[in-house]
T-cell receptor, first 113, second 115 residues
Framework: KAGVTQTPRYLIKTRGQQVTLSCSPISGHRSVSWYQQTPGQGLQFLFEYFSETQRNKGNFPGRFSGRQFSNSRSEMNVSTLELGDSALYLC????????????FGPGTRLTVT | AQKVTQAQTEISVVEKEDVTLDCVYETRDTTYYLFWYKQPPSGELVFLIRRNSFDEQNEISGRYSWNFQKSTSSFNFTITASQVVDSAVYFCGVGGGGSQGNLIFGKGTKLSVKP
């Protein structure tokens, strides 16, 4: 069974630009959660999608948004990038909601210059 | 609000030593879930264990064991006879029991096991 895949793996953007990250969950998993990982703040929850609906949202500004498609694939978008958005963005999938066992992808390393 | 405290930022042990990673959590939910994840140098988080709040039985899986004490809001993780391959960052997390239960992680404990 294929694991969670994230594309791209690495990304370099300039301040003010926007970026879209993609996540394909494990086949059969309906929940996708996104996390931001930085050395200073650690792992922080961004949002969770289940059956194409956002179920939970962390404490991030509106520049961070996401969506989920009917095949459970999810995208995360960050607009008007700031230097502080440089981080590893992790996607996790689970059968139901995020309180279940989650399987994480390798992450997308975003660098904002 | 939920919060997880992993007071040990870094721990260094010599192979074959036992090591305990501490985790203290806060939550207002009456039903909740506790997790441990491992992040090896490769970067991908690996699920280790999930424990429901109503199940206070301790768990042992090979060299790994978990001690859940609701009275002290702790969910500690012990590795017996540590090995170099155990070197990683370990995260403890708590998730709410309702449909709005997103997972909150601690800052992690970096474990280095030296040969």
């Amino acid at each position: 069974k294929a694991g969670v895949t994230q594309t791209p793996r690495y990304l370099i953007k300039t301040r003010g630009q926007q970026v879209t990250l993609s996540c394909s969950p494990i086949s059969g998993h309906r929940s996708v959660s996104w996390y931001q990982q930085t050395p200073g703040q650690g792992l922080q929850f961004l949002f969770e999608y289940f059956s194409e609906t956002q179920r939970n949202k962390g404490n991030f500004p509106g520049r961070f948004s996401g969506r989920q498609f009917s095949n459970s694939r999810s995208e995360m978008n960050v607009s008007t990038l700031e230097l502080g958005d440089s981080a590893l963005y992790l996607c996790a999938s689970s059968l139901a909601l995020s309180r279940d066992e989650q399987y994480f992808g390798p992450g997308t390393r975003l660098t904002v210059t | 609000a939920q919060k997880v405290t992993q007071a040990q930022t870094e721990i260094s042990v010599v192979e074959k030593e036992d090591v305990t990673l501490d985790c203290v959590y806060e939550t207002r939910d009456t039903t909740y879930y506790l997790f441990w994840y491992k992040q090896p140098p490769s970067g991908e988080l690996v699920f280790l264990i999930r424990r429901n709040s109503f199940d206070e039985q301790n768990e042992i899986s090979g060299r790994y064991s978990w001690n859940f004490q609701k009275s002290t809001s702790s969910f500690n993780f012990t590795i017996t006879a540590s090995q170099v391959v155990d070197s990683a960052v370990y995260f403890c997390g708590v998730g709410g029991g309702g449909s709005q239960g997103n997972l909150i992680f601690g800052k992690g404990t970096k474990l280095s096991v030296k040969p």
